[in-house]
């Protein structure tokens, strides 16, 4: 007898993987920039992908040993990754378990954390890995910058029992700073990248670039490190740079430093989305294959009372630039992931993401195939996690997502979610629990 899933009825999340699952007849969207194709089956061996073969090519004997999702007129997806979250800064279990559980129901596979209290994030990490909660994988970073960032306090709220700058995921670095030692330090935390962060200079941005890729680190940072600039950034060889507007310090002849005062930047010439120091930058940025992590959706009015995103001031870069910067970039080839770096009201009942996603359609002008790059394969690169998810091919994680209508015609469509896969566990969206108030307190 042929076990068949009804789409319409509720699981749980934490329910173990079938030994085959056999996703039939489905459109597919495969995130490698292949144009859609259909009546296509992916096969699923527990968290990995077997097989992904036309329909009429499937070996018949699988229907009597798999357990079969029969997707015939569905939209099939690569599972979405959000590539910059803040789950612990403060570390707040409640808000940091309901965001995520918005983000797993609402297709979002798997997430980039850039930089907090390592000790709550991993936690998080191993519950969502062995099903204690419902919850996207977790990736993150170690933070590095120089002595004078650790007056942030923010600092302060992700270091408690330890003194800022001097504890392992939070580092302070001079240039008298054992980097071998540190970089190993970081990466006893299990995280995958270290994040560098402000008050750094061109050089120390290079040394620890070297010696966290030596170690096997990937290394993210601020795309301006006050000293150093954007350019100065990508040279140092960082593999992505965050926040598109801080990319207007790209034109001054100097940059100051983390603690000097800052001169106001001319909007205006970026409004165009043909800034010249740009043009030069983004082209190296596309040679050395450097991500942008825009985050314009950070830059928008609804994130006027953040409690944890440092404060806009008049006048300042906001979702308007950052978007026409992010626009130019897209058009001069540069790789642009997908990260939030904010959370919505606890009414919201969509990941965050697709905040970021209309932002990357609406002020940058990206195409909606471009967009669901940015938020599958570029995401998995910018995570480091290419081989393992991204896109739907045999070998990698079964992180998908199965939408009753095309995302490519219309990115609303996003929002019409009927099942989330990861690592081969099913999250049907009749079965998500609305948020509540007071499950978002730290924005």
């Known amino acids: 007898m042929v076990a068949t899933v009804g789409l319409a009825a509720a699981s749980e999340p934490a329910a173990p993987a079938q030994d085959i699952l056999l996703f039939r007849n489905a459109t597919l969207f495969d995130g490698t920039g292949r144009s859609p194709t259909y009546n296509m089956d992916v096969i699923v061996e527990g968290e990995r992908i077997k097989q992904v073969v036309p329909d009429a090519n ?15 007129g569905r939209f099939l997806m690569p599972g979405m990754i959000d590539a910059h979250v803040h789950l612990a800064t403060p570390p707040n279990r409640r808000q940091a378990e309901a965001v995520l559980r918005r983000d797993i129901f609402g297709g979002v596979t798997a997430v980039r954390d850039m930089a907090d209290d390592l000790r ?36 302060a ?11 392992p995921w939070m580092q302070a670095v001079t240039e008298g700073t054992d980097l071998p030692l540190a970089v190993a330090q970081a990466r006893g935390t299990f995280a995958t990248g270290i994040k560098l962060y402000a008050d750094l200079s061109p050089n120390m941005a290079g040394r620890i670039t070297a010696e966290a890729h030596r170690q096997h680190m990937k290394v993210w940072a601020h795309a301006t490190l006050y000293p150093a600039k954007p350019s ?9 740079i965050s926040h598109a507007c801080l990319l207007i310090r790209e034109p001054m002849a100097r940059v100051p430093g983390w603690t000097e005062p800052r001169p106001t930047a ?24 450097t991500i942008l992590d825009a985050t314009i959706w950070a830059y928008s ?16 870069c906001d979702d308007a630039i950052g978007g026409a910067i992010t626009g130019q970039a897209y058009r001069a080839g540069v790789a642009i992931d997908a990260g939030t770096d904010n959370v919505a009201d606890w009414t919201d009942p969509w ?25 599958t394969l570029i995401g998995a690169r910018a995570s480091g996690q290419e081989r393992d998810m991204g896109s739907i091919e045999p070998g990698k994680l079964a992180n998908m997502v199965v939408l009753a209508h095309d995302p490519l015609t219309d990115l609303n469509n996003l929002k019409s979610v009927v099942i989330t896969i990861k690592r081969g566990r099913l999250f049907e969206r009749t079965a998500f629990v609305p948020l509540k108030e007071g499950d978002i307190t730290d924005r």
């Open 58 to 72: 499937l070996d018949p004997g699988l229907l009597q040993k798999a357990k079969i999702v029969d997707v015939r």
């Open 120 to 155: 709550a994030v991993g936690d998080l990490s191993r519950a969502s890995l062995v099903g204690e909660i419902a919850a996207p994988d977790i990736y993150y970073a170690a933070l590095m910058a120089g002595p004078a960032f650790f007056t942030d306090k923010r600092t």
């Open 157 to 167: 709220q992700t270091s408690v029992g330890g003194v800022p700058g001097y504890v």
């Open 232 to 240: 100065d950034v990508v040279a140092a060889g960082v593999d992505a």
């Open 266 to 289: 001319t909007l205006a010439e970026f409004r165009d989305g043909k800034n010249a120091a740009l043009a030069r930058l983004f082209a190296e940025m596309v040679r050395r294959g």
């Open 301 to 316: 009015a609804d994130t006027a009372g953040s409690t944890t995103l440092p404060p806009l001031s008049p006048g300042s």
């Open 351 to 375: 990941p965050d993401l697709f905040h970021e996603l209309s932002a990357l359609s609406d002020k940058a002008g990206m195409s909606n195939g471009a967009i669901l790059q940015s938020a």
